[in-house]
């Protein structure tokens, strides 16, 4: 904008709310266009001047605050600049005292905080807080055992269990009472029991005695040897010889023998004497001939019979009522089958032997005795037979039985004409 050229020195009036302006020329082209245009338009001069001067003293009021503002924003920032930096070294200066104070006081090692905190809640301070806890603790504890000692010691009413106790003690005296009667009673039946073990010991022992000898019968075969030994003696007694049970009597060198008969020894001195040996188990062939041979040696016998339960317990190649060597005989002898004659025809078979032994230089028809012997085997190997046929047969048992018995009583009477041949 043109500086206006006064032609005069105009005269400028400010008053209380108004400016006056006297000889003031301007001569800025602007203005004066703008002048001449609003004339021309019809408006006052004026007023467009009054209105023109108002617009520009407000933008000339708006141009110094700007400048104004300028100023101060760079004295602002200088200002802030030299703050900002006394700022940092005041805040530097007081981080480092504050680092400072709190290494003092929350130093980890040396400050006061870990320092008394060592000292409060330490392991190896006595001034612990724990350990005095702790001490109070067990003082409060130890008051209150001790109070409680008291009061459930005494007999008085403070103690809440001295019914209790008095109770107690009550029933622990009357069981120990029952105790001691009940004691005197057991030891009375414990002195009782031990007369009775005393005698059960002594009965015991008998037993023991009892079946330790009837292990050593039984081991021998004593129960068939009793039932042997019954069924000689009562072949024996018919015909007046002489019959002892040797098994237990130790001969002239040993046991061998079970069943010893003495021929006519119920008449006078015996003629001569044939041992029995009962087995209930097999042997060898040559186990019986020995055991036999042995029988007759300490028997002091001159003939001997080898007598089984069974034909399934004869030695093997050995034959029921067949003679070896002439002075043996092995025999078949069941005592639950009710019969013995087996046992009759081999005891009359030995007897005669013994007594054709004997008798030779004597007047003895030794061909009638040995054609009855011949005959008595012939009609047992009839009985022999028809027996097996009576066991596998299920029909014709009666008429088996009636020829059996037949049979037999032929049998008995070959050996009775032996008898009275021997006599």
């Known amino acids: 904008m043109e500086a206006a050229t006064p032609l005069r020195h105009p005269r400028i009036s400010v008053l209380a709310n108004a400016v006056v302006v006297d000889g003031l020329t301007i001569t800025d082209h602007g203005v004066v266009e703008l002048v001449r245009a609003r004339m021309d338009a019809g408006e006052d001069p004026a007023q467009v001047l009054a209105d023109a001067a108002v617009i520009g003293a407000r933008v000339l009021a708006r141009e110094h605050t700007a400048s104004q503002a300028d100023f101060v924003r760079a004295e602002f920032e200088k200002a802030s600049a030299e703050v900002e930096a006394s700022f940092a070294d005041r805040a530097r200066t007081i981080a480092e005292f504050f680092d ?241 004659l087996a046992l009759e025809v081999g005891y009359a078979l030995a007897r005669a032997r013994v007594l054709m032994a004997k008798g030779a230089q004597d007047d003895l028809d030794v061909s009638a005795v040995v054609a009855e012997t011949e005959r008595a085997l012939g009609a047992m190997e009839d009985v022999r037979r028809i027996k097996s046929q009576l066991t596998n047969a299920s029909t014709g048992i009666d008429e088996a039985r009636k020829i059996l018995d037949s049979m037999a009583e032929t049998v008995r009477g070959h050996l009775g004409q032996i008898d009275a041949l021997v006599r």
């Open 100 to 340: 400072q104070r709190v290494e003092e006081v929350f130093g980890p090692e040396h400050g006061h905080l870990a320092v008394e905190l060592e000292r409060l809640f330490g392991e190896r301070s006595n001034a612990a807080v724990q350990h005095q806890l702790k001490s109070v603790m067990t003082e409060a504890s130890s008051r209150m055992r001790e109070d409680l000692l008291k009061q459930f010691s005494s007999a008085d009413g403070a103690n809440p269990l001295a019914d209790f106790k008095a109770g107690v003690l009550r029933a622990t005296r009357d069981a120990a009472d029952r105790q001691a009667t009940d004691m005197r009673q057991m030891v009375a039946r414990v002195e009782a029991l031990k007369e009775e073990v005393h005698k059960l010991q002594a009965e015991k022992q008998t037993q023991v005695e009892v079946a330790a000898e009837h292990a050593r019968s039984t081991a021998k075969g004593r129960p068939y040897e009793e039932a042997v030994a019954d069924a000689v003696d009562a072949v024996a007694v018919a015909r007046g010889d002489d019959c002892d049970a040797v098994g237990d009597v130790r001969g002239t060198g040993g046991r061998k023998g079970d069943v010893l008969v003495g021929i006519d020894g119920c008449a006078g001195p015996a003629r001569g004497r044939i041992v029995f040996e009962a087995k209930n188990s097999r042997r060898s062939r040559n186990e019986a001939l020995a055991e036999l041979d042995d029988a007759m040696a300490q028997r002091d016998a001159d003939y001997a019979v080898w007598v089984v339960p069974s034909e399934d317990l004869l030695p093997r190649k050995t034959q029921q009522l067949r003679e070896v060597n002439g002075d043996k005989l092995f025999v078949v002898y069941e005592p639950e089958d009710g019969s013995r």
